[in-house]
């Protein structure tokens, strides 16, 4: 095995008060893909700038090879004395290194060089960031949530330039399926400590349960060490009437360590507040139409939302996604063509800027608007240091200013403000942003369980698989399209859209019917090829065992992903652990290739039926 490019040992580091990083490690090996994941607060980011050498620790030891050359990718980019997007990308570059690669990458990303530096909104700042990054081609790149701010087709490009790439990479990102695409090994880092798995992220959150799930037996065990010395103590001593100092020492010993035990960081509880249920059709709009001059944002526009819908709108930057959610809302009014709010709505709407939090408010009074110390959730007062403790916040940070918090707790704040307010109309946009991947697992389920209607901007590709029934893209022109599903379901069908379609694949608008929706105006489109008039014996055979083959293939896949969750099975089995992974990708491909499969010919049996 190579030695490493870069290591951390036994690093320690607090900020004046409890530790933050207790003996935690990182090893670095040439062409390495890590991701680094971990709860919000968790010291990730930090962790990272150990890595890159921007913060010195209290404690440990950092070694880094000679002549190895690293790049670091903040979350926060700063552009400040660079004239231009390439003064500041060429800004990063030593002796030896193209200059025609950084302007290449600028191209690519759809910046133009001679840009003025200081005039980039947050999406343009990443982009230019990840193009001084990567166009040195260094040893080691070090990437904080990469995908902040990157729209779709921005996150895709990204993608395929890092599996291009030779450099070893150490992701921090809360995008699932941008890990899993990207990591061969994954380090967790949990109450200031790392622990390894050599697998990728997409078998973590197995290991992690698991790991959970024995410590949580070893503090059962231990809680039942600690009744029978407490027996002891109460009956024992009496009796003897002598104190046994050795076992009271012992029971004080156990009790410490129960409770350092439970120190790791808590759930958030999430829970919507459900208004009373709107009317059935929440939002329809008919032939909408808006312009920004001569620039078409929305073009001819029909698009009906139904109680209990979960809508996710997605295109690229500039696309105009927030645009489209102010005309639904009546926020502003089309050219042409009607919205019509349907009756009973109660709308919470959490903001992509976080712009609703003002600074110099303490945490407490942006939960109350200035309202007291308590809140209703549920019909019942609760004080706002308990409500907050759902949302992971300490007593001690209720009168803390808004402006000292890092981004994923400000996430964590919106949220706490807009479900504690009751609502049947969600309104999202870009909630996934910098929360970290336990708060996105609550929030999906806070969402698929929501009785009311959800409106979601995301470029999150797996929250939109999980949350959205339906999908609205902007193809651009002003062209929007509906289709059935989540984002890897849109894929599908345009993937299925005929040759010749005058669309270039890209479906339906959306002022047609949708395929599988629920109202009687929905219809189904029909992607299928036109010339069969039904389905082949074949077609119906696949159709019908489909469901079977498919569940005999995520059976397996979980079986394969439990070997790779044994700890230390690459160091105690190379051959096994790649037998594993190769198991896991060609099943994945077949399972993939599977429900695409039945996805297909489901379409296509609707749309004959409905025909």
């Known amino acids: 095995m190579a030695p490493p490019l870069l290591s951390l040992d036994r690093i320690h580091l607090s900020f004046g008060g409890d530790p933050l990083l207790v003996d935690a490690a990182l090893v670095i090996a040439p062409r390495d893909r890590l991701c680094l994941v971990g709860r919000n607060g968790s010291g990730k980011s930090t962790l990272l700038k150990v890595a890159a050498g921007l913060v010195e620790p209290d404690g440990g030891e950092r070694f880094l090879q000679p002549g190895t050359t690293v790049r670091y990718l903040e979350q926060e980019p700063d552009l400040a004395g660079y004239p231009t997007i390439g003064d500041y990308v060429e800004g990063g570059l030593e002796d030896g290194d193209d200059p025609n690669r950084a302007r290449l990458l600028l191209l690519e990303l759809g910046l133009d060089p001679a840009r003025p530096a200081q005039a980039l909104s947050g999406g343009e700042a990443r982009r230019a960031a990840l193009a001084r990054v990567l166009a040195p081609e260094p040893d080691i790149v070090l990437l904080d949530e990469p995908t902040n701010h990157l729209d779709l087709p921005a996150i895709e490009w990204l993608e395929a330039k890092l599996l291009a790439m030779r450099s070893a990479i150490v992701l921090i990102s809360h995008d699932r399926r941008f890990l899993e695409r990207l990591s061969r090994a994954t380090v967790w880092l949990e109450r200031g400590q790392t622990r390894r798995l050599e697998a990728s992220f997409a078998s973590f959150e197995a290991w992690r349960d698991e790991f959970f799930e024995r410590e949580a037996s070893e503090r059962h065990k231990l809680d039942r060490r600690i009744a029978m010395e407490e027996d002891w103590i109460r009956y024992g001593v009496t009796a003897r009437r002598k104190r046994n100092q050795g076992r009271l020492r012992r029971l004080g010993e156990l009790r410490e360590a129960r409770r350092t035990a439970r120190q790791a960081s808590g759930n958030v509880a999430l829970k919507a507040l459900d208004a009373?249920?709107?009317?059935?059709?929440?939002?329809?709009?008919?032939?909408?139409?808006?312009?920004?001059?001569?620039?078409?944002?929305?073009?001819?526009?029909?698009?009906?939302?139904?109680?209990?819908?979960?809508?996710?709108?997605?295109?690229?930057?500039?696309?105009?996604?927030?645009?489209?959610?102010?005309?639904?809302?009546?926020?502003?009014?089309?050219?042409?063509?009607?919205?019509?709010?349907?009756?009973?709505?109660?709308?919470?709407?959490?903001?992509?800027?976080?712009?609703?939090?003002?600074?110099?408010?303490?945490?407490?009074?942006?939960?109350?608007?200035?309202?007291?110390?308590?809140?209703?959730?549920?019909?019942?007062?609760?004080?706002?240091?308990?409500?907050?403790?759902?949302?992971?916040?300490?007593?001690?940070?209720?009168?803390?200013?808004?402006?000292?918090?890092?981004?994923?707790?400000?996430?964590?704040?919106?949220?706490?403000?807009?479900?504690?307010?009751?609502?049947?109309?969600?309104?999202?946009?870009?909630?996934?942003?910098?929360?970290?991947?336990?708060?996105?697992?609550?929030?999906?389920?806070?969402?698929?369980?929501?009785?009311?209607?959800?409106?979601?901007?995301?470029?999150?590709?797996?929250?939109?698989?999980?949350?959205?029934?339906?999908?609205?893209?902007?193809?651009?022109?002003?062209?929007?399209?509906?289709?059935?599903?989540?984002?890897?379901?849109?894929?599908?069908?345009?993937?299925?859209?005929?040759?010749?379609?005058?669309?270039?694949?890209?479906?339906?608008?959306?002022?047609?019917?949708?395929?599988?929706?629920?109202?009687?105006?929905?219809?189904?489109?029909?992607?299928?090829?036109?010339?069969?008039?039904?389905?082949?014996?074949?077609?119906?055979?696949?159709?019908?065992?489909?469901?079977?083959?498919?569940?005999?293939?995520?059976?397996k896949l979980a079986k394969v992903e439990a070997v790779l969750a044994e700890p230390g099975l690459y160091a105690r089995d190379a051959a096994r652990f790649q037998k594993a992974v190769d198991a896991h990708a060609r099943l994945k491909g077949e399972l993939t290739a599977a429900e695409e499969q039945w996805l297909e010919l489901e379409v296509r049996r609707e749309a004959l039926e409905g025909g």
């Open 276 to 555: 009373e249920l709107s009317g059935k059709r929440v939002i329809e709009a008919e032939g909408v139409s808006f312009s920004f001059g001569e620039r078409a944002i929305v073009r001819d526009l029909t698009l009906r939302v139904h109680r209990g819908d979960r809508l996710a709108i997605v295109g690229a930057n500039g696309v105009g996604k927030t645009t489209l959610i102010n005309l639904l809302m009546g926020a502003i009014v089309p050219t042409t063509g009607t919205v019509k709010l349907g009756t009973g709505l109660e709308v919470v709407t959490l903001d992509q800027r976080r712009e609703a939090l003002m600074p110099d408010w303490t945490l407490g009074e942006a939960i109350t608007d200035g309202r007291g110390d308590s809140v209703v959730i549920g019909g019942q007062q609760r004080h706002v240091v308990s409500y907050m403790k759902d949302f992971l916040f300490t007593p001690e940070q209720v009168r803390s200013p808004v402006g000292v918090l890092s981004g994923g707790e400000r996430g964590r704040l919106m949220l706490a403000r807009a479900l504690a307010r009751p609502a049947n109309l969600l309104v999202l946009d870009e909630p996934t942003n910098d929360l970290d991947l336990e708060t996105l697992d609550l929030l999906e389920e806070l969402l698929s369980g929501f009785e009311g209607t959800v409106i979601l901007v995301s470029h999150d590709r797996d929250f939109i698989d999980r949350v959205a029934t339906s999908t609205l893209a902007g193809e651009g022109d002003g062209s929007w399209i509906e289709y059935a599903g989540g984002y890897s379901d849109m894929l599908a069908q345009r993937r299925q859209a005929p040759a010749g379609d005058g669309r270039s694949g890209a479906g339906r608008r959306a002022s047609e019917p949708r395929a599988g929706g629920r109202s009687s105006e929905a219809r189904p489109a029909a992607p299928a090829p036109a010339a069969p008039g039904k389905l082949s014996f074949k077609e119906k055979h696949a159709l019908a065992t489909l469901p079977a083959t498919i569940a005999a293939l995520e059976e």
